[in-house]
Structure formats: C-alpha cells, structure tokens
C-alpha cells in the first residue's frame, strides 16, 4: 500500500470500528428500552442505530475509495521506476550509439567519393535507426504515463499527501525523458540524412521551363518562410530569362536543390537582421544563358561564409547550424546532384557581406535509353 495514503486508511478502519462498536450499544439499549416499556427511547435509539449504519456505509465507501487509489498509484510507481531504469539502460546504449555515430561522421567527412560514404553509412543505417526508433517510443511513453500519474496524485482528496515533492520528482524525470527525446530524433534526422546519401540522385531527365521552375521554388519560400520575410522585411528578387527557356533537368531534384540554397540564404538573411536593425536583406535569383549552358545565381546579403570553412562547405555532415536545425548533408546533396546533371556549383563570398552561389548546367542533356 501506498505510504501516502495509509495513515487516512488506518483512520477509517478505527472510525468503522467503532461505529460498529457504538452500533453493538445501540442494539442493546433498544432492546432494553422496549423490555422496559419505554418506546419512545427504544425509537430514538433505533433511528440513531440507523444513522449509525449509513455513516459506516459511507466510511466503508471511502474506505474501498482510497485502497483503490492506493493500489493504482502503487502499481503506476512500480510501472514508472521499472520504465525508468528501462530509459536508464537504453539511454546508456544511445550515448554508446552516437558516439560510434560520430566516429563514423568523422571518417565520412574524409571520403570524396559517393561509393565510400555509402560503404561506411549502410552499416550504421541499419544499426542505429531501429533502436533510436525504440528510445522515442519508449521515452514517449514514459512521457505519458507520468502525466497520468501526475493527474492522480493531482485529484487525490488527502492531507497527508506530499504532492509537492512528488510532483517535483515526475517534473525532473518527465524533463530528462523529454531531453532523451530531442537527442533521439536528432540523431534520427542524422542517420536520415545518410539514407538520403544513399539515394540515386539521377532520375529521370524532362523538359521543364527553368524560369516556371524557379518561380515555383520561390513561392513555396515564401510561404514557408512568411512569418520571418515580414518581420525582417526581406526583399526577394528574380530576374529570369526575357525569352522561355525549355531545358532538360529532373525536375524533382533540381527543385531540391534551389529550395536548398533558398533555405540556406533566408536563414543568413534572418540571422543578420536579428543582430543589425538597420540592415536591409536581400536574396536575388537570377538566370543567365551560355552559349548551350544555364546559369543559375543565388545571391543574399546576409551573414556570408568564413573564408576558414568556405573549402569545406560541401563536405557531408558539415554544417554551421545546430544540430537540432541541420545535418549537414543539403549542399553535399545539391553537388552531387549538379554533378549527376553534368554541371559545376560553385560558391562566392565574404564574411557579413554576402554569399553567392552559382550553378552552370548544360541546355540539353543526353537522355539514357
């Protein structure tokens, strides 16, 4: 039985037991009353005698009441310390599992070639995602089962209950799960972004209207960046081709890559804009045609890139942002992608100036059979 709840119990049975003591009296008295004529008495008694009974079926009403809720709040604590060791156990493996994680970022980082990083990233797909998978269920879970018990602790009706410090224990446990579910699915989006390595980045080859494409890429910036291009007032431009311009691409994957660049640039615009109030952002998109070649220009003036790491920029799982926001793997994609594309990207910048990025793409593509 639940210690916070025992001493009401103990208080119950004593408060029943002598009802029933009062009740043995009551019973006596009556029949003595009526032995000696006086009924009158032997009536009083009798209604007192029922009194007596409804307030024991009351008490005993109570009394199963708390037992229950004793029972409940003993199991949910067994249930709560036994999960608890559980995410105990299992978070000791995740930090086991990142760190070889991180290790095999580090070798990844290393390797130029696509054929490598598959090689080395297959294995840990494979490995990692399901356990991970696990930890958020099982943390998620856990999760829930404290609000629960949280809400019978909350409606228990007792003076003696110690709420305070029992709610400040689940508050502590339910933020260390929580913190064990923001870990797993950051490393969850990780060993995602591997997958996504993985992937063929050739596809099909279609005709497509490269200033249509374009526009269509901004439209959806704007609507998934609406709130911060109007706090920041942020000025998007393009300048497309003065004639249409049909070129062979995959679609899928060339918007892909635009969206990535696009992402890359609001957020510098929206990170410069929150330390300088006087700054004006900007992003340009601007098409130029070469002889049988594209140009695609994607310009921002906003927080630029270090000349430090400029040569690393597109190197898997590097990136500036937190993890929480970004695994590093858009502008290694978006390369290879150009490559499949038989183009070049290259990138243009300086520190809190402006980062300009620039992709060339031939007009016409020889379609596989």
């Not at 001493?7 to 009551?26: A, F, G, P, Q, R």
């Not at 339910?174 to 390595?197: F, W």
């Not at 060339?254 to 004006?280: E, P, Q, R, W």
Request: proline share 2%.
């Amino acid at each position: 039985m639940s210690a916070f709840n025992s001493k009401d119990i103990d208080k119950l049975n004593i408060s029943i037991k002598w009802i029933e003591k009062l009740s043995l009296v009551c019973i006596a008295l009556v029949v003595i009353a009526f032995y000696i004529n006086h009924s009158n008495i032997a009536w009083m008694l009798f209604i007192a005698l029922i009194i007596l009974y409804v307030v024991k079926a009351r008490l005993n009403k109570q009394l199963k009441q708390k037992e229950y809720l004793a029972k409940v709040v003993e199991e949910r604590t067994t249930e709560l310390k036994y999960q608890r060791d559980q995410v105990m156990m299992e978070s000791e493996k995740l930090s086991a599992a990142l760190a070889a994680l991180a290790e095999a970022q580090d070798e990844l980082i290393r390797q130029e070639r696509f054929a490598t990083v598959g090689q080395l990233t297959k294995g840990l797909v494979d490995r990692i995602l399901n356990p991970l998978n696990y930890i958020n269920n099982f943390a998620g879970l856990s999760i829930e089962l404290i609000r629960d018990l949280e809400i019978i602790l909350t409606k228990a009706h007792t003076a003696n209950v110690n709420k305070e410090e029992s709610l400040e224990v689940l508050k502590m446990i339910s933020g260390n799960l929580e913190k064990i579910t923001e870990h797993g699915a950051n490393t969850v989006r990780i060993v995602k972004a591997m997958e996504e390595i993985l992937k063929d980045q050739k596809g099909k080859m279609s005709a497509a209207n490269i200033n249509n494409l374009c526009k269509i890429n901004l439209d959806v910036i704007r609507k998934l960046y609406t709130g911060e291009i109007e706090e920041k007032k942020i000025n998007i431009h393009f300048r497309g081709l003065v004639l249409s311009l049909i070129i062979d691409i995959n679609i899928e994957q060339m918007s892909k890559v635009l969206l990535h660049l696009f992402k890359n640039s609001i957020y510098a615009l929206v990170k410069k804009a929150s330390k300088d109030t006087n700054f004006s952002p900007k992003l340009v998109v601007s098409l130029e045609r070469l002889d049988e070649n594209l140009a695609i220009t994607v310009y921002d003036n906003g927080t630029g890139i270090d000349d430090s790491i400029k040569e690393r920029i597109f190197e898997p799982f590097f990136t500036t942002k937190p993890t929480a926001e970004a695994a590093g793997t858009g502008l290694y994609i978006s390369r290879e992608i150009i490559f499949n594309h038989k183009g070049t990207i290259s990138v243009k910048s300086e520190k809190d100036k402006f980062t300009e990025f620039k992709i060339i793409v031939p007009i016409h593509q020889n379609f596989e059979p």
